[in-house]
């Protein structure tokens, strides 16, 4: 049985976006200071950050791609959520201390405070040009379903869920882009679900529903990668749990994208729980998207994106929405999609504008300046950002490559170096600022040429980066011999 997108459909997706500008705005409160507006006072429950945190690093690359992905290939990708949660892990007992100590304000913090102004301002600035590329990617993947569901053109889709997240980005602030972020993963995670029942009770029941994906070997998870090189093939277990590992390292410990978020908790029990929990989720949440896909496979006939009159995976998921659903259902899991984008493209605005002040212009800031004043600059740059993320998806309109590994790949560039650097900073005492940006820096240029000679696997780029970047920080500081370190913070 096929349906389309019906009036019904469209009243749902707009009362929903409406709605939660609303509720964003209201949860939000009013902000004092550009602290509260970047953090939130630090009284956000846990549970709403761990939420959040699941919201914000899901976007519509989980909601579309990953089922795209088990669509065409199998379960492999879980092998890499088992490594999401094994980082959380490692980041909740080594990295949260260390930014629980003092008043730190962003991620970025704790490098000033261990090697200089220098290192906290490069990584910042890092930090900015890897998240403009990687959410540009996630912002256009959503403009996918718009596209073809209002019929409109890419870069008015963009620039729609742009608007929608700006606004209550700048009137609620992090408070506000928290709890629309934990209202949003219950939605999205509902459409998911109901996404499911509907392709199963289509197929007269769950047997009937993942025969043909069955057969077809799709349900296999765990794989050692024999007869493909070990560097080459993604999704096996060790490249899963260590680059998955890795990754999540890089992305939760280091990314001011969710360490904004941790620091906002109460507490850092409370943060822990958060994360921890976060990584629990993740890896369920995964495994739904990636049935979806399977069931998604059965439903079509195993049929290519070709066959289907498509031009890539990503769009059979919306496809099946547009197409496949009864009247209302269609647009609830619409509206679950747009939570999912609009969860990351929030929180990206908030991250970049708090690492841009914070990070950037803090040291800059004049000592008559009022909280006030410093309350308008923030919003100010928050639009900027927003109007970057435009120019970005819009950018990346015409890849041919699946979203979710182009994000992901992106985010690789410069999370090995990064996530060496601030390892550096905890475990090798006697790094100092100059090895520090070196290695830093090193890490960045080698995986440049990695990714871009396609040497390994994409699951492996944050391991190679920190390794190159650590190893130079130690070589570096033993090639230095026994000088005293010089005192940190200067410029």
Known sequence: MTYGFTTLDTIVVVAYLLAIVVFGILRGGKQASARDYFLGAGAIPWLVVCFSVVAAETSALTFISIPGLAYMSDLGFLQVAFGYLLGRIVVAFLFLPAFYKGELSTAYAFLEARFGRRTRRFASVVFLLTRIAADGVRLFATAIPVKLVLNLDYPTAILLLALVALL??????????????????????????????????????????????????????????????????????????????????????????????????????????????????????????????????????????????????????????????????????????????????????????????????????????????????????????????????????????TVVELALSIASFTYGGLLGTFLLGMLIPRVQEREALAAFAAGILVMVLVISLKLVAWTWYTAMGVIVALCVGVALSFMRGSRPPGRPGGS
Request: hydrophobic content about 50%.
């Open 168 to 401: 209550y980005t700048y009137f609620g602030g992090l408070r506000g882009v928290l709890w629309v972020d934990a209202l949003q993963m219950v939605v999205y995670l509902g459409g998911a679900l109901a996404a499911a029942f509907v392709l199963i009770t289509r197929a007269g029941g769950w047997d009937a529903a993942f025969q043909l994906a069955q057969t077809a070997g799709k349900f296999k998870v765990f794989s050692s990668g024999t007869g493909q090189g070990f560097f080459q093939a993604p999704y096996t277990l060790v490249a899963g749990l260590a680059g998955g590992a890795l990754l999540s390292m890089a992305s939760h410990g280091t990314d001011q994208l969710v360490v904004q978020r941790l620091l906002a908790a109460k507490s850092l029990p409370a943060s822990r729980k958060a994360l921890i929990g976060s990584g629990v989720v993740i890896v369920f949440q995964f495994a739904l998207f990636l049935l979806v896909g399977l069931l998604l496979y059965g439903y079509y006939g195993g049929r290519t994106p070709a066959e289907l009159g498509l031009q890539r995976s990503d769009e059979i998921f919306p496809r099946f929405i547009v197409e496949g659903l009864p009247p209302g259902v269609g647009g609830f899991i619409m509206a679950g999609l747009f939570a999912a984008a609009l969860s990351t493209v929030a929180g990206s605005m908030s991250s970049m504008s708090s690492s841009t002040v914070l990070d950037l212009l803090g040291s800059s800031r004049k000592e008559n300046s009022t909280a006030e004043r410093e309350l308008k600059i923030s919003r100010g740059v928050t639009i900027l950002w927003a109007g970057l993320l435009v120019l970005s998806a819009i950018f990346f309109m015409n890849t041919t490559a």
